[in-house]
C-alpha cells in the first residue's frame, strides 16, 4: 500500500514569507507527527495528533508554527514569517492508534529561507 | 526529561565486517521503547530493529542486533556482514506513553568496498 507522502519535495522561499507543507499519512493511521531535522542534527520533535484528542503542540518553536489535520487525515503544517532558521527537513510520520506502534515516515519537505 | 545521545558522528567499516554504533539515554520512566532507525540519502527514514525495555532478550532483525543495557541504559546496535546498502545515517529513538519520539544526533555510517 501507498506510504506517507509529503508535499512538496523541496521548498525555496523568501525570508518574511509564509509556507505550508503537507503531509498525507497511511490511510487507516490515527496518529500523525512533525519533526523537524536541521543541519546536522538530530530529529526534533513539533506536534503530535491522535485521532480527535487536542494535539501535543509542545515542540512547536514559536508562535509562528501551526498545524491542523482535516478529517483525521492530511495535515498542514505552516510557518509564518519565515526566518532563515527555519531551513531544515520537515518530517513526517504515521502510526496506527496506540502508543507503541511503528511510526512510518515520509520522505520529507527540505525547506530553504533565503 | 528524556535524552538520547550518540557519540559517534561518523564511522567507517569495511564491506562484510562488523561495525558497531552506540546508544545511551537518560530516563526515570520504566517502561519504554527503543528503536534504531536508518536514513538513507533519500532522506526515508527505515526502522531498523525495536527492543521493548520490559524485554531482557536482545532484539534481532537480520544481520542487525541490539546490545541493550537497561540498567546502564545502553542501546548499541551491530550490523553484521556489513553491505554498501547499508551505509546511511543511523539514529537511535526512545519512546514512551506520551507519542513522541526522541532523537539522538546520528551516527553517519559509510560502508567501504
Known amino acids: 500500500g501507498a506510504g506517507v507522502s509529503q508535499s512538496p519535495s523541496n521548498k525555496v522561499t523568501e525570508k518574511g514569507k509564509d509556507v505550508e507543507l503537507r503531509c498525507d499519512p497511511i490511510?487507516?493511521?490515527?496518529?500523525l507527527y512533525w519533526y523537524r531535522q536541521s543541519l546536522g542534527q538530530g530529529l526534533e520533535f513539533l506536534i503530535y495528533f491522535q485521532g480527535n484528542s487536542a494535539p501535543d503542540k509542545s515542540g512547536l518553536p514559536s508562535d509562528r508554527f501551526s498545524a491542523e489535520r482535516t478529517g483525521g487525515s492530511v495535515s498542514t503544517l505552516t510557518i509564518q514569517r519565515t526566518q532563515q532558521e527555519d531551513s531544515a527537513v520537515y518530517l513526517c510520520?504515521?502510526?496506527?492508534?496506540?502508543?507503541?506502534?511503528?511510526?512510518?515516515f515520509g520522505p520529507g519537505t527540505r525547506l530553504t529561507v533565503l | 526529561a528524556q535524552t538520547v545521545t550518540q557519540s559517534q558522528p561518523e564511522m567507517s567499516v569495511q564491506e562484510a565486517e562488523t561495525v558497531t554504533l552506540s546508544c545511551t539515554y537518560d530516563?526515570?520512566?520504566?517502561?519504554?521503547?527503543l528503536f534504531w532507525y536508518k536514513q538513507p540519502p533519500s532522506r526515508q527514514m527505515i526502522l531498523v530493529i525495536r527492543q521493548e525495555a520490559y524485554k531482557q532478550q536482545n532484539a534481532t532483525e537480520n544481520r542487525f542486533s541490539v546490545n541493550f543495557q537497561k540498567a546502564a541504559k545502553s542501546f548499541s546496535l551491530k550490523i553484521s556482514d556489513s553491505q554498501l546498502g547499508d551505509t546511511a545515517m543511523y539514529f537511535c529513538?526512545?519512546?514512551?506513553?506520551?507519542?513522541?519520539?526522541?532523537f539522538g544526533q546520528g551516527t553517519t555510517l559509510q560502508v567501504k568496498p
Open positions: 490511510s487507516g493511521h490515527t496518529a
Open positions: 529513538a526512545f519512546f514512551w506513553n506520551t507519542g513522541k519520539l526522541i
Open positions: 530516563t526515570s520512566e520504566s517502561n519504554y521503547y
Open positions: 510520520a504515521s502510526s496506527l492508534q496506540g502508543s507503541y506502534n511503528e511510526q512510518f
